[in-house]
């Protein structure tokens, strides 16, 4: 039974191989088919133009003719056998030898013979074919000419006298007899592009690794799965404006509500079980999704009666404020920290929750000065004796050093990490100098992920993202489907 299942487990393994490269590869194309459209215009063109560029015309002239070799009638069994097989043995070698070349560039006055001679018999007979091939249509006639005048010259001392009897002749070409195959040459220059895109999405499919499940976390990192988040899809009216990926939009899907509820339960656990208050929601790259699931994080807290902070720390790309719709009437999250302003006068109050936000709604450069600030450690400090969890959306760590600040100053951390997205290497990257800062890494979510796509033996998902609040969608009649989503 161990057997058969080992077998089994291995069979599996290797189709979701398969179908992890086939997917990596659907990606590849999607993400860089610009790319491989120009690679394959460029070496279509390539070829054409090669093929003009390097066409020569090439012009060729025969004569067809028999030999006299002046033999008597009363011999004329013997001629037929042995002089036929004589002529035939020695007329190709004395057209092309150089004694006849030289004196053809002699009659004609050339330095050097760039017409090529050949020469050919028709089997058990007397009759001969000369061809004559170059770039010049008038040359090839000529050397053809005198090699027929001169043929005889310098046959004599091989053969004895001969005479030529012409039977046809092709005069001076009028036409090249290769003709360039741009079509040809273009199709292959086209072949070339195909084969060399899919060398480069093969070896992207090959090398792009990245988290498309629970298994792969664990074969980086060991840390807690505290949920999946699922992908949402709205469709927009023309007299709805919200479609905010929050708990207080009524429209989104269960699965989401749900998820939502699990990742709020799993982290109060966790929370208890370490005694800590702060929490930072951080992830490796831009667009993983983090100031989603910080926002709603912090509303699930608030819904279930919990005193909760959500600060803003994401200082170059601010966008809480414009996610909950709060007015922030001028009190910046950066005026706190830059000590012009308390902390408790910029608190803004979420009216449906009561969730209590700082928030800020222009870009700051200096983010990481703030982050150091001595208003930012009093800020938390006195912040964690009001409230009852304290959550902070903090840019990428790997982008910008505020989450490591940010990390040094907090109780624990989530990492968000989107599906099929960022590469191992920089979630491991960034997961390890969070880890340096001693802060306490309480686990991960599995955000970015669309119901449907088996994949590792469970349910793998895409999630679709906003950006600032602004939807990404596409017409249809009256109806608009969007995808959310959580870059920040």
Known sequence: MKEEYRKEAQHVEEAIDIFYLFNNAWKGIRQFYWIFLII????????????????????????????????????????????????????????????????????????????SITASAVEETNLFRIETSGRDPELVYEVLESVIKNYPEVAEYIIGSTKLVIVDDSGVPKEPSNQPNLKRMALSGCMAGIVLSGILLAIYALTRKTICGDEDVKKIMQIKDLGTLPTVKMKKRRKDKNMEVSLLNQKLSPSFMEGIRTLRIRVDAKLQEISAKTILINSAVQGEGKTTVAINLALACALKGEKVLLIDADLRNPSVSQVLHLDTNKKEIADVLEGRLSWKSALISEKETGLQVLAGTYRRDNSAKLMESDCMKRLLEEAKEQFDCIIVDAPPCTVLS????????????????????????????????????????????????????????????????????????????QNVELHKSSEE
């Open 402 to 477: 505020d989450a490591i600040i940010l990390a040094k100053k907090l109780d624990s951390v989530i990492m968000v990490i989107r599906y099929d997205y960022a590469r191992v290497n920089q979630i491991l990257r960034g997961s390890e100098s969070l880890a340096d800062t001693g802060i306490s890494m309480i686990g991960y979510v599995l955000n970015a992920v669309e119901s449907g796509i088996m994949s590792y033996g469970y349910y793998a998902y895409r999630y679709g993202y906003y950006r600032k609040g602004y939807g990404y969608y596409s017409k249809n009649n």
């Open 40 to 115: 394959i215009s460029i070496s279509t063109a390539a070829g054409y133009y090669y093929a003009k560029e390097s066409y020569r015309p090439n012009y060729e002239a025969y004569a067809s003719f028999a030999v006299d070799a002046g033999v008597s009638s009363y011999s004329s069994s013997y001629y037929n056998s042995t002089t036929i097989k004589q002529l035939s043995a020695t007329f190709p070698y004395i057209l092309t030898s150089g004694a006849l070349r030289q004196i053809v560039m002699n009659d004609l006055g050339l330095e050097e013979m760039n017409v």
